[in-house]
């Protein structure tokens, strides 16, 4: 009985794959024609056989999200359930390197959506994605500051004052490197004094007063609501992270998964991401 | 279930006639398979992680990879604050661990408790708490900041906090035990001899127990090298300050396993030396 299971999960998955080739080529080409929304229902054409609206997506989906997204995705995946009565979307958020470790080493994952291509390569280069990635936003950073800004800070180039705590990312993950990216831009030389392993961490240690200005992207500023204030800085322009999403390979529930990525795309999803601060891609 | 009883049975019915005839030795030279599987299965459990990482050293550039002047301040660092974190430990621990092994107060049992909370708590909940109390916003850091202008997040000395918070408790435990051991009526004689409290403490408690304190401390130092959590959130990550071991091993990972691997071997030879070399002569003494 297991063996049959096995058999026919492998089959969905053959067939997941190729519909994911499809709707992924169909994604690269809208992106050239720049609409989300028109993705979406490209997407929806090329896998019309089988899903759309009609037929019923049942079952969990699993989507391994970069932290950052933690906020829209949550959002997101509450409005799919509604969509499509009998899923559930099931999500772990965490620093896109760990995520990426964690679906080479086989965890049972469908959907990755990642922070940078950097860690997105990671999955496709083991061949763990199903169809090549689409970006779905843009990220920008932008400087959190203490409430009120009590420090002035106004620019890049305030933060490489002696005396002021600034926290960054370590040049490991995604929002460190972008950092590191903006400061080159601007040529500018900065010592922190942390590097931190993640964007929440940095933002955290702003958040609890430790620090007083952190390097990180404008969708965290928007999240942490007005425990910080951000302000925006030009060089920001220089480091935008661009996020791809994918199907992955190995998905238990590709049909859903399919789905979920096209809300994400559509002009919905978009709305409630550029809501969370995110730029279009 | 009979089974344990009969020890010929794991090794072959063969030797049962002359085991039955020196019972002592026999019975301590087979043992149950009851008990020889799952201990078997254990030690696998708990080398085949190690095994698996001398296996994937990448032998060939492990010199270039620790040649970097990165992995020297960090295993430096590492070892210049567990120490200073087992010194504290030492100054602090010793007389906790003696006034809840020789006096009595209303709630001790309590206290002891508290005491060891640190043992099991995690470490990452151990560094929010201290952020909370010594941070630069915290209950007490805030005083600290605008009276002394001190702040300890982000320093080597929070580093040294975070890790003294984590392995206390180990050195508090270790103390107590050997003092509650220890026969109390050598430092009734000496008290009846005319001498003070303390110099009974400092003449003969200290000595009788030096074994119990070596063991804790060795224990408390051990903890304080591989203390991860507290430390990356108290006192941040920043190479040559408060970048330890653990905390470079874990950044390495993110974009260049092989140098993770490394790092871990070098952290897993220094852990091994000191346990493999001062366990023996002091813990089996405690």
């Not at chain 2, 085949?48 to 032998?59: N, S």
């Not at chain 2, 120490?83 to 003696?98: E, H, R």
Request: net charge positive; charged share 15%.
């Amino acid at each position: 009985m297991t063996r049959s299971v096995r058999r026919t999960r492998r089959m969905l998955k053959v067939a997941g794959a190729g519909a994911a080739a499809l709707l992924s080529l169909s994604a690269c080409s809208s992106s050239s024609d720049s609409s989300g929304s028109s993705g979406s229902a490209d997407s929806a054409k090329s896998t019309g056989t089988g899903s759309s609206a009609s037929p019923k997506l049942s079952g969990d989906v699993t989507v391994f999200a970069a932290a950052s997204l933690k906020e829209s995705f949550t959002a997101l995946g509450k409005e799919f359930e509604q969509q499509h009565p009998g899923t559930k979307v099931t999500f772990n958020f965490g620093g896109s390197d760990t995520l990426a470790a964690s679906i080479t080493g086989g965890a049972p994952a469908d959907v990755f959506a990642a922070a940078s291509p950097k860690t997105m390569k990671i999955v496709t280069d083991k061949q763990d994605a199903a169809g090549t990635p689409a970006t779905f936003v843009r990220n920008q950073l932008e400087i959190a500051t203490l409430p009120g800004n009590p420090h002035k800070v106004a620019s890049l180039k305030d933060l490489t004052r002696s005396g002021l705590k600034v926290v960054l990312c370590d040049k490991t993950v995604p929002c460190g490197a972008a950092a590191q990216k903006a400061l080159d831009a601007g040529h500018l030389k900065l010592t922190p004094v942390s590097y931190e392993q993640d964007v929440k961490s940095a933002l955290n240690k702003v958040e609890l007063k430790e620090a007083d200005a952190a390097v990180v992207y404008k969708t965290d500023v928007h999240a942490a609501g007005d425990k910080v204030q951000g302000v925006e800085f030009p060089e920001a322009a220089k480091a935008i992270n661009d996020y791809p999403i994918v199907l992955l390979k190995n998905a238990p529930n590709a049909e859903a998964a399919k789905a979920f990525i096209a809300l994400v795309q559509s002009a919905e999803g978009q709305k409630v991401l550029s809501g969370a601060g995110f730029l279009q891609p | 279930m009979t089974s344990p009883l009969k020890p010929g049975a794991a090794t072959g019915p063969r030797t049962d006639r002359p085991r039955r005839r020196r019972v002592g030795a026999g019975a301590r030279r087979g043992v149950p398979l009851p008990l020889l599987l799952p201990g078997l299965l254990a030690l696998a459990f708990l080398l085949l992680p190690l095994l698996a990482l001398l296996v994937r050293t990448p032998w060939r550039t492990l010199p270039d990879q620790l040649a970097g002047t990165e992995v020297w301040q960090a295993l430096q660092l590492s070892l210049v604050t567990a120490t200073a974190a087992t010194a504290v430990s030492l100054v602090l621990g010793v007389p906790l661990a003696w006034l809840l092994a020789r006096t009595e107060f209303p709630g001790r049992g309590f206290v002891r408790a508290l005491v060891t909370l640190p043992l099991v708590l995690p470490p990452v909940v151990g560094g929010v708490a201290l952020l909370l109390a010594l941070g630069r916003n915290g209950v007490v850091g805030r005083w600290l900041d605008s009276w002394f202008g001190i702040t300890l997040p982000f320093t080597t000395a929070g580093v040294v906090i975070a890790e003294a918070f984590v392995a206390m408790p180990f050195l508090v435990i270790s103390v107590e035990g050997t003092l509650r051991a220890a026969d109390p009526r050598f430092e009734e004689a000496a008290t009846t001899l005319g001498a003070s409290r303390f110099t009974v403490f400092r003449r003969v408690t200290l000595p009788l127990i030096a074994p119990g304190i070596a063991a804790g401390a060795v224990l408390a130092w051990a903890r304080a090298l591989g203390e991860f959590g507290a430390t990356i959130t108290f006192a941040g990550n920043f190479p040559g300050r408060t970048q330890t071991m653990p905390l470079a091993v874990y950044l390495a990972l993110q974009n260049d396993p092989d140098a993770a691997i490394s790092l871990s071997l070098v952290l897993l030879a220094v852990s091994i030396a000191v346990l493999a070399g001062l366990r023996d002569r002091w813990m089996t003494g405690a």
